[in-house]
């Protein structure tokens, strides 16, 4: 599991901020970051700037999860949401704070800073965003 | 010069469980236990809440009041007895987390309920000889009592952060003083999952007698007198010993009402001051005077003398929930679902 800890390093500006690029060609956001501008290709190349999403944003779409992975057993039944956030780009994540019947499309989320999983009792803890219903 | 608070931000999870619920499961008259200890609930924290979480969400309420850039504080520590990590510290995490990294320093802080107070002064001083311009200071703790002891049905979590420094000060710190004795009244040994603590003997050679003392050499440093103050806040391990101090001290109901957090989210042990600080700032307004007096086992006590100045009101103390509000949102669970998410139950191996 220890070779997992580089890559969660390498992601911690993303996942404790939420910190995606912005092509400096076009302007297009992305989250994660990318390292060329999918749209502008080479034209991108030296122009691509960190950039911190606000974390605010609308569910998309959604789906409750029961039969979940041993480490979140604890957790069960969550939900896990495609979010659009307000610069455009989508992600990926856990919505708290909510009810699986009480989720809509639509719903206005806010990111939030919780342990998102660890390496056994005694590797590492990982952390970053979650989502939970804005103003909860 | 004097340093002073610069802005403030507090953090309480959700979930709340009320005395009732678990004495019936240890067959004890709960609702009894509860208002004798004069606690009505207690906080939960989520299955994915520890002290790391909940000091990185009042570390981001207090930045969220003010236009300061992160880059500007030179020191964070966090005080706590519940650290997720015994090696590693809560510290690194929560200034990554405000994007306050990499040039400042940074350590975890323990002394009982008092650590975050602690780090109040440690912050006071290096901002005061300007060796930063601000400092922060966070107490947080997700305390567990063992099931069935007395302690189970307070401990709690919870948390604030404070920004320290000398300018855009929001309320001043007049005068700091503590009182410290080696007193073994409540302990933790490493590897221990749950603490011990001397039963009768926390209280008056303890909690109050650090407490008291402390607030005594206060008045003298600061020439005085309970009257002075709007406010009065003291370490809340239940709702019983605060609001005894603050008698003997000479402080009325009104002075100590609405610090006294503990009611509703019960003792969250290094936030429990400075959470019940957050509350009074979250409502107080230029001119007014604060009385702090925190404990911490072991035993000591930090004073703080407080007036707020009308840099309050240049605060956006709206943009996150006000402790008032935070009390407020919350969600009963029984104690199956309270010894799920505290970690109650063995588990086979993940
Ligand atoms: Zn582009």
Redesign the interface.
């Known amino acids: 599991m220890t070779q997992a800890i580089p890559r969660f390093w390498r992601e ?1 500006q993303s996942r ?2 939420l910190v995606g690029s912005k092509c400096g060609s076009c302007g297009k956001v992305d989250f994660p970051p990318r390292a060329v501008c999918p749209d502008c290709g080479r034209k991108s190349i030296g122009k691509m700037q960190s950039f911190k999403l606000c974390g605010k944003g609308t569910v998309v779409t959604y789906t409750t999860i029961y039969d979940a992975p ?2 979140f ?3 069960k039944p969550y939900v896990m949401a495609i979010v659009e956030m307000d610069e455009g780009v989508r992600l990926t994540t856990q919505l ?2 909510v009810k699986p019947e009480d989720v809509k499309i639509g719903m206005k989320v806010q990111a ?5 999983g660890q390496d ?2 005694a590797g590492v ?1 990982h ?1 970053g965003y ?1 989502f939970r219903p804005a103003g ?1 | 010069m004097k340093a002073g608070i610069v802005s403030y931000g507090a953090y309480i999870p959700r979930y709340r469980i009320a005395p009732k619920t678990i004495g019936a499961v240890w067959g004890n008259d709960g609702e009894a236990m509860g208002r004798n200890l004069n606690i009505r609930a207690k906080s939960v924290p989520g299955p994915d809440e520890d002290v790391i979480t909940i000091s990185v969400e009042a570390a981001r309420a207090c930045m969220a009041k003010v236009s300061i850039e992160p880059t500007d504080i030179g020191a964070i520590y966090v005080g706590s007895e519940s650290h997720p990590y015994a090696v590693k510290p809560t510290a690194t995490i929560v200034a990554e987390a405000i994007g306050a990294t990499p040039v400042l320093t940074a350590a975890d802080f323990e002394f009982a309920c008092k650590a975050g107070t602690a780090a109040i002064q440690t912050t006071m001083g290096l901002t005061i000889s300007k060796m930063m311009k601000y400092g922060m200071a966070v107490g947080a703790d997700t305390s567990q009592g063992a099931p069935g002891d007395a302690l189970e049905y307070s401990a709690s979590a919870g948390g604030a952060a404070l920004l320290v420094g000398t300018d855009h000060v929001a309320a001043e710190i007049n005068h700091t003083v503590s009182y410290t004795t080696d007193t073994p009244d409540f302990w933790r040994r490493e590897g221990q999952r749950y603490p011990s603590h001397g039963g009768r003997f926390t209280g008056e050679p303890a909690y109050f007698k650090h407490v008291v003392s402390c607030a005594q050499l206060l008045f003298k440093r600061a020439g005085s007198q309970p009257q002075d103050y709007d406010y009065a806040v003291f370490h809340q391990p239940n709702g019983k010993f605060p609001v005894r101090a603050a008698k003997q001290l000479g402080f009325k109901d009104a002075q100590v009402d609405t610090g006294l957090c503990v009611r509703d989210i019960g003792n969250t042990y290094s936030g429990a001051i400075m959470v019940g600080l957050s509350a009074i700032l979250d409502e107080a307004e230029p001119g007014d005077r604060i009385f702090a007096v925190g404990y911490g086992s072991g035993a000591g006590s930090d004073g703080f003398d407080i007036t707020v100045t009308d840099a309050i009101s240049k605060l956006r103390r709206d943009a996150t929930p006000t402790v008032k509000r935070m009390i407020e949102t919350h969600e009963f669970i029984d104690y199956a679902t309270y010894a799920k998410f505290r970690g109650k139950i063995l588990l086979r191996e993940a």
Request: charged share 25%; no cysteine.
């Open positions: 911690i404790y901020n041993s480490q057993d604890m957790q708290i704070n939030t800073f919780r342990k998102l056994g009792e803890i952390y979650k909860s």
